[in-house]
């Protein structure tokens, strides 16, 4: 039931801010698509390609998000216990990692969706080289090999490493920007400070996800090599070239609608993923309605065989011996 929620709130929150992702993509790869400005853009895409055209891709993002979620929470839960001491407690800064990690192998497993969402972004919707998202994956795959649906991913990784640092940069500091602890926190100040946070980490990452961008748009197999700016071999050589041609600030561009679009996606995900959740505990029997909160009278609250047996052994592991010492 968390997955299937997560995964309609996702969908819900990629399809409303698909536009932005679009403008994001065509703006790190480069070319003629975002000189006119964010709306220039938009206008010209619209006329060139129809009203459609700014949900490109968006299909492919949407069906990626369950076996993402899977894999990112499984290894989650994995990390977690292993980073967690021994009397239950995880630091943030351990938290990050293990969500880092997490999203790393859901990440290398998924990736080439993410491949195929940007080629078919990055193509005339009208004249197509793809026609949807098998054909997409059929015709690289033997084309360009394997390798090409993982082309960019080494940035993708490596990207990982400021967007922890960012992360953990903005919850170590939250305390003192709202001057009382995390614990006494409202929704409201948890909503922003995942917008912050990801504002943060996201432009201290964002030239990987340009370079990763460029990298997976890039073939000569397709019109005008994909469409990129610049041409290079590798990752190194497109942060060269990209630097070089466009300048520091091009390793940056399409980071204003990737900053826009922060705010009504997490809105969108958290209080979707918030409804369904009260839809889940009304259908379980344990609130009297989805719309709030309370209890229905009569209801079990009482901890499950499995987190009894765990608290027993809590106790056991870290009470016991501390009782018996002092008996002693």
Not at 184 to 206: D, E, Y
Not at 277 to 303: A, F, H, M, W
Request: charged residues 20%; aromatic residues 10%.
């Amino acid at each position: 039931q968390r997955l299937g929620c997560a995964g309609l709130a996702g969908a819900l929150s990629l399809s409303l801010t698909a536009p932005l992702e679009l403008l994001t993509v065509l703006a790190q790869v480069g070319g003629g698509h975002c000189r006119e400005g964010l709306r220039g853009a938009g206008q010209r895409l619209c006329r060139a390609e129809g009203l459609r055209a700014l949900w490109k891709g968006n299909l492919t993002a949407c069906l990626r998000l369950w076996p993402y979620s899977a894999l990112q929470l499984a290894a989650a839960r994995r990390l977690v216990i292993l980073f967690t001491d021994e009397l239950g407690h995880i630091s943030h800064w351990r938290a990050i990692m293990a969500g880092s990690l997490a999203g790393m192998v859901a990440t290398t497993v998924t990736y080439p969706t993410d491949v195929i969402k940007t080629r078919l972004i990055v193509q005339n919707r009208l004249e197509p080289s793809y026609q949807g998202i098998l054909h997409a994956f059929y015709k690289i795959y033997h084309q360009e090999g394997l390798l090409a649906l993982y082309r960019g991913i080494s940035p993708a990784i490596l990207g990982a490493v400021p967007f922890s640092a960012g992360s953990f940069f903005v919850y170590i500091s939250l305390d003192k920007i709202w001057r009382e602890p995390i614990v006494r926190f409202t929704p409201l100040q948890n909503f922003i400070n995942g917008c912050v946070a990801a504002g943060v980490a996201q432009t201290l990452s964002f030239p990987f996800e340009t370079v990763k961008r460029k990298m997976q748009a890039q073939s000569p197999w397709l019109p005008h090599y994909g469409a990129v700016d610049v041409r290079f071999t590798g990752m190194a050589d497109c942060f060269r070239q990209t630097v070089k041609n466009k300048g520091v600030r091009g390793l940056w561009s399409g980071l204003t609608p990737s900053l826009l679009k922060i705010v009504p996606y997490f809105g969108v995900m958290f209080s979707t993923f918030e409804f369904c959740k009260r839809v889940c505990l009304y259908r379980n029997g344990y609130i009297e309605s989805p719309l709030n909160y309370k209890l229905t009278p009569g209801v079990d609250q009482s901890l499950q065989p499995q987190e009894l047996r765990e608290l027993k052994r809590l106790r056991r592991e870290n009470f016991e011996p501390r009782k018996s010492g002092l008996e002693n």
